[in-house]
């Protein structure tokens, strides 16, 4: 089972940014949070991946609470192709690899 | 690296036909999944192995799904006998083994039609 919720849709502007929110209340501390979108019928992308500090790459950037109960996957300046279902995961990174669950995500839609 | 290869991309059976889904994963991954995605369920997860063996196949449906990874560059989903209820898409993801997390690469997926 998912062990994070999102809202199921979100609305943003084209051109401003997208603070897509997730909550995990009950994530372990050695449990990494990630998030991936699926754009149409696509394959699901990685976008980025934090432990505990704050996450910055080309593509977004995620905001970790300190408590670890929540974050929030920002995009800074959304264009039309960052429509999308995001899906926000947590999971336990060890030798013997775990699964990754995906729940229903947030389907954002980016509006002209 | 032409990334995570799926075939076929479509195909379109009938009931009771045998099918196979063919994934080579990314050169030097060693982790590998199977994901099946319908409109109604979402994206669910099927079966993941690590290293070729699998590690938790608690997702496939029932005894009719079958999967394999012979070596470290091909895996196998099989249905059989195949149903109209497994018409879905069908992912293949890997993923390698970071220091920091692991992320995984999702190939173009297989649209599996049961008539």
């Known amino acids: 089972d998912a062990k994070t919720t999102q809202p199921p849709s979100m609305d943003c502007a084209e051109g401003r940014a997208a603070n897509l929110p997730c909550n995990h209340s009950?994530?372990?501390?050695?449990?990494?949070v990630y998030w991936y979108r699926q754009i149409h019928s696509q394959g699901p992308q990685y976008i980025i991946h934090?432990?505990?500090n704050n996450e910055t790459n080309e593509m977004a950037s995620l905001i970790i609470t300190e408590d670890r109960k929540s974050s929030t996957l920002i995009l800074p300046h959304a264009t039309l192709r960052d429509t999308a279902v995001y899906y926000c995961?947590?999971?336990?990174?060890?030798?013997?690899?775990?699964?990754?669950?995906f729940g229903p995500g947030t389907r954002l839609s980016v509006l002209p | 690296d032409a990334g995570v290869i799926q075939s076929p991309r479509h195909e379109v059976t009938e009931m009771g036909q045998e099918v196979t889904l063919r994934c080579k994963p990314i050169?030097?991954?060693?982790?590998l999944f199977w994901y099946r995605q319908t409109m109604m369920r979402g994206l669910e997860l099927l079966i993941y192995?690590?290293?070729?063996?699998?590690?938790?196949d608690s997702g496939m449906p029932e005894d009719r799904f079958s999967a394999k990874m012979p070596n470290a560059s091909f895996s196998t989903l099989k249905i059989q006998p195949s149903e109209p209820r497994d018409s879905a898409v069908y992912f293949c993801?890997?993923?390698?083994?970071?220091?920091?997390?692991?992320?995984?690469?999702f190939g173009s997926g297989t649209q599996l039609s049961v008539l």
């Open positions: 192995f690590n290293n070729n063996v699998p590690i938790d």
């Open positions: 050169s030097g991954h060693n982790s």
């Open positions: 934090g432990l505990k």
């Open positions: 009950t994530i372990s501390g050695n449990e990494y």
């Open positions: 993801a890997s993923g390698p083994r970071g220091l920091r997390g692991e992320k995984l690469f």
């Open positions: 995961i947590v999971r336990v990174d060890d030798n013997y690899g775990q699964n990754f669950v």
